[in-house]
């Protein structure tokens, strides 16, 4: 079993920044995870991607946060993080850590708030 924690949201103003961070922990997770990522939901609508990184060190990003969000990772940690910088208000979402494995199984952390006011 897998459990991914999840840390650092919270209420900024626009153009601020934040640093998310979500740690793996488990007796299954003895190597790195092949591939962990952040997706959000804003409300009433649908878990989007924004950022996945695999443990080799590939990066993909959501168009709408390209260039002013950097996902990394600590494989030795199994921890994934997400920088935010020039956050805007359509940011406002809860952000879920994410960790997929080679053979399709993911987990999801429980979410953390983030919320970017005008």
């Known amino acids: 079993q897998v459990q991914l924690v999840e840390s650092g949201g919270g209420l900024v103003q626009a153009g601020g920044s934040l640093r998310l961070s979500c740690a793996a922990s488990?007796?299954?997770?003895?190597?790195?995870?092949?591939?962990m990522g952040w997706y959000r939901q804003a409300p009433g609508k649908q878990r989007d991607l924004v950022a996945t990184?695999?443990?080799?060190?590939?990066?993909n990003y959501a168009d709408s946060v390209k260039g002013r969000f950097t996902i990394s990772r600590d494989n030795g940690k199994n921890t994934v993080y997400l920088q935010m910088n020039s956050l805007k208000p359509e940011d406002t979402a809860v952000y879920y850590c994410?960790?997929?494995?080679?053979?399709?199984?993911?987990?999801w952390g429980q979410g953390t708030q983030v919320t970017v006011s005008s």
């Open positions: 488990g007796s299954t997770v003895s190597i790195p995870i092949p591939v």
């Open positions: 994410n960790a997929r494995w080679y053979n399709g199984d993911t987990n």
């Open positions: 990184v695999a443990r080799t060190g590939i990066t």
